[in-house]
């Protein structure tokens, strides 16, 4: 099935929202219920629509119009004074606006068994006076058919919740609006299930949870998040305010065993969907419709142990694609996570990541796996400081060392004093290992997706990158990479995939279909393509498109030395713009800045750029392509003349052949000439010739 062939299912959700459930679309000019238009071939569907429509939706959401039998009343206005401290009570919130008097620490202090219920139309409104709306590590409370908003005052509430803020246990919180805040909206504690609720547009977090680290043990254990709206969080841009803190999202995950995160809608959030950061173990991602949001849609991160399932997956990771061009933005990033048979895997069924049976449609990259080898307990690259993984003992450590200085209070850590040998040479990292992505289908339109120039738009990705600067450490960039490619049973197939996809291997090199399922890397061997003769790859212009057309920005191209490079509107060949090319000195090199280029195979190859004077005559100006082996070394280099001695546009074309071993191209121009030179240059192509 080619692309042309297939109905995306964004276009079908977007019908659905406007038309309903109950509508037809046309699918190929034929009416077909929406239910039915995208329906995978597994064993788990994933969902055409989103499961959770709760933002707005007043018939799941309001609440009883009487009181409870026995319910004490709480009329609408000022509850400064209002005696909530009723273990076991039924609290019903009257219609109207409940406030909390004007006191920063204004809020309900929860009592054992409390519940409290909204009336249709019930507001508790913080009036961005007080910070939190329910606290107290009272047990078996329930929250529910309230709208509970405005509480935080700035950006006070950071890392905190507004309801539930002491992340008390087995609570209940469903049927709720809980908008507008600062913070996370919700916080979770132990055996707490959070349901049914819209969770929209607070500072920081749709939900998040923290508890102190438990040694031996994990904090927080047994949550439910099932049939949420989560969408619009992080308002208040808390990665631009902070640099790096890693504490933004839809919602946020930590130190959790035992998690069901099932049939929510994570959508528009402003970072990332949905993200578990720091030894979470055993956890279950089913029949979500994540879409649309900033950063990666689901992010699996320093944990163990999980299945992602059924999902369905949609344009994330735009903006953090164009953001951060060097690396990938993918759909699902399972970074420095894997399966251990030694930790709980009873909600996960099985000791390993699993991702299958998923859609994956225009995100702007699949799945990536990743490991820094710089990232172990006790090291300066654990950006979550004050914790270990939990197979080791002592897990809890006071202070991180930096570098090559030793901290007297962990010198004697075995994440330290005894990393270079066994458990602990493996046990103090947190690895990418026992890693499965089988059954799935992705989707890739680069017509669709903004990808910007970037290398990794598009690709699925087994990598792991850092820096050998650590002296003590007994981990190296290169010996983590084999680990992580070779040895670590991370394995993609019998995958399904629509669109020229690019795998990225290793430190980052792109490569084909073709490279990536032959050995050593052995990767969807088992897997499909629309692509030529069923084998995805960089089929067309293995060269991207503003690199060369220079239709949407400069691309790659980038001044190497003697020269400096512009994006021209003065000249084009096709489109509007050209690259224009300054020269400065006697000699001059300009180069596509991506090395070691772009991913490529064996193979004849057909060239074609277009060229034309500037300002005097460059002296032998030549394109020249470097094609590279997968450890970068040139194999061989193919060179053609530019036609830049005329003011009318030439083309130069070449049959060229990329030798065996093949894995990338580097492109670059060279030549001589004088300051005060200059030449256009436009519409690159190097494509592959089939045979």
Known sequence: MSISQWTP????????????????????????????????????????????????????????????????????GDHSGFDFNRPGATFWFAPGV?????????????????????????????????????????????????????????????????VNHDAGDDWLIEYN???????????????????YNCLKDNG?????????????????????LDHNEIAGNNTDDWEALEPGCGCTGGGKFWDVEGARVTHNWVHDNK?????????????????????????????????????????TLLNNAWVKGQRNQGSPAPAVYLSESGGDPRLASVVSGAAKIRVHDNYFENNFSGV??????????????????????????????????????????????????????????????????????????????????????????????????????????PYTVAGVQDEVMFDANNKFSGNHYYGPWKFAKRWGERIGFAAWQAAPYLQDVDSTSDQVGGVPGPTGNLVDPDTATLEGSLGLWNGWYGAAVARSAAQAHGGSHSLRVDIADAYWGVEAANYPGYAASPGVKSVSVWARAGTGVPVNPRLVLDWRAEDGRVLDSSVIVLPAS??????????????????????????????????????LSIEAVQP
């Open 9 to 76: 299912l964004s276009r079908l959700g977007k019908a659905a929202k406007v038309l309903g459930a109950a509508s037809s679309i046309f699918v190929l000019g034929i009416a077909a219920p929406v239910a039915a238009a995208q329906q995978p071939v597994a064993s788990f569907q994933w969902p055409v629509e989103p499961p959770a429509r709760i933002c707005g939706n007043t018939a799941l959401l309001a609440g009883p119009e009487a009181p409870p039998d026995g319910a004490v009343v709480v009329p609408a």
């Open 98 to 162: 409940h406030t909390l008097g004007d006191d920063l620490y204004g809020q309900i202090i929860a009592r054992d068994g409390a519940t409290y219920v909204g009336a249709p139309g019930a507001v508790l409104d913080g009036r961005n006076l007080n910070l939190y709306a329910f606290t107290g590590r009272a047990r078996n409370v329930t929250v529910r058919h309230l709208t509970v908003r405005n509480f935080g005052r700035g950006l006070d509430n950071n890392n905190e919740g507004v």
């Open 177 to 195: 609006t809980i908008s507008d805040n600062d913070g996370a909206g919700v916080f979770l504690g132990s055996d707490n299930t959070v349901r």
């Open 204 to 224: 920081q977090y749709g939900f998040s949870m923290y508890k102190p680290p438990v040694e031996g043990d994990s904090a927080i254990k047994n949550i439910v």
């Open 271 to 311: 970072s990332v969907g949905l993200w578990a950061d720091t030894n979470n173990i055993d956890f279950l991602f089913e029949g979500n419709y994540i879409a649309d949001n900033d950063d990666e849609g689901i992010w699996y991160e320093i944990s163990y142990n999980a299945t992602i399932r059924g999902n």
């Open 368 to 473: 990536s796996i990743y490991e820094n080898p710089n990232r172990f307990c006790n090291s300066n690259g654990n950006t979550s400081k004050g914790y270990c993984t939990p197979l080791v003992r002592p897990t809890l450590i006071p202070r991180p060392h930096d570098y090559d200085y030793v901290d007297p209070i962990n010198a004697g850590h075995p994440c330290y004093a005894q990393i270079d040998s066994e458990p602990y040479l493996t046990d103090c990292r947190w690895r990418s290992r026992e890693i499965e992505v089988t059954g799935n289908e992705f989707h890739f339109d680069p017509g669709v997706v903004p990808c910007a120039g970037s290398g990794y738009c598009g690709v699925q990705a087994l990598i792991a990158t850092g820096a050998d600067n650590l002296p003590w450490s």
């Open 646 to 683: 005329s003011a009318d546009w030439q083309q130069a074309t070449a049959a060229v052949e990329a030798p065996a071993g093949t894995s990338s191209v580097l492109v670059v121009l060279v030549g001589s000439g004088s300051a005060g030179m200059s030449f256009h240059l436009d519409d």
